[in-house]
């Protein structure tokens, strides 16, 4: 059986800062990155993935000057009412 490698919390962490200081890539960046990695693994796996977005993609970019790019069709965005 293979180890599954891990990183502490406090390793992380100076990942995170070394990263956001160092290289200039945003916490926010990063989580997007993570997600569309494990997305696209999945989905080569076979998994059916769907994207469920929190806030309207207006709201994103409104409140954190995010614009989501291509990897999106219009009709593959379905609104959901957070209420």
């Known amino acids: 059986m293979?180890?599954?490698?891990?990183?502490s919390v406090d390793q992380m962490r100076e990942v995170d800062r070394l990263m956001t200081?160092?290289?200039g890539i945003s916490?926010?960046?990063m989580m997007e990155?993570?997600?569309?990695?494990?997305a696209r693994r999945l989905a080569?796996?076979?998994a059916a993935v769907t994207v469920v977005l929190a806030q309207?993609?207006?709201?994103m970019h409104r409140r954190l000057g995010l614009t989501v790019g291509p990897i999106f069709?219009?009709?593959?965005?379905i609104p959901i009412d957070p209420t």
């Open 21 to 23: 200081e160092g290289v």
């Open 33 to 38: 990155n993570a997600g569309r990695a494990a």
């Open 73 to 77: 069709a219009e009709s593959d965005i």
């Open 44 to 46: 080569v796996w076979g």
């Open 27 to 29: 916490l926010l960046q």
């Open 56 to 59: 309207s993609l207006e709201e």
């Open 2 to 7: 293979t180890d599954i490698l891990s990183v």
